[in-house]
């Protein structure tokens, strides 16, 4: 049962691991922008996250181009979902003690 929804925006880092100086660095490429809708269960359990919130992802931007279909192919859409989730539940979360 998804009792709330709301839309959500973030920026996601992309980053790549390279090798400099002999030693394996991360390096901040630039930023993914999502977008999409994220729902909230009050009647899931409050120790797991991903069952109390959920979300779906409409676009995710690169250069204003949305890349989402290349990533679904290449596989990379599970880290993004997994830090939508959080950042809906975050963003939630602070916005229901401010609520309070």
């Not at 009050?42 to 409409?58: M, N, W």
């Not at 599970?78 to 979360?93: G, L, T």
Request: no cysteine; proline share 2%; hydrophobic share 45%.
């Amino acid at each position: 049962m998804r009792n709330i929804t709301k839309e959500f925006r973030f920026s996601y880092p992309l980053k790549i691991k390279v090798v400099r100086d002999l030693k394996i660095i991360t390096e901040h490429v630039g930023d993914l922008e999502v977008e999409g809708i994220g729902y909230f269960d009050s009647s899931a359990s409050l120790l797991d996250i991903f069952d109390r919130y959920s979300v779906d992802i409409d676009f995710i931007r690169w250069n204003g181009a949305d890349v989402k279909p290349v990533l679904e192919v290449t596989g990379g859409m599970e880290d993004i979902i997994e830090a939508s989730v959080r950042h809906f539940a975050n963003a939630f979360e602070n916005g229901m003690s401010k609520a309070a």
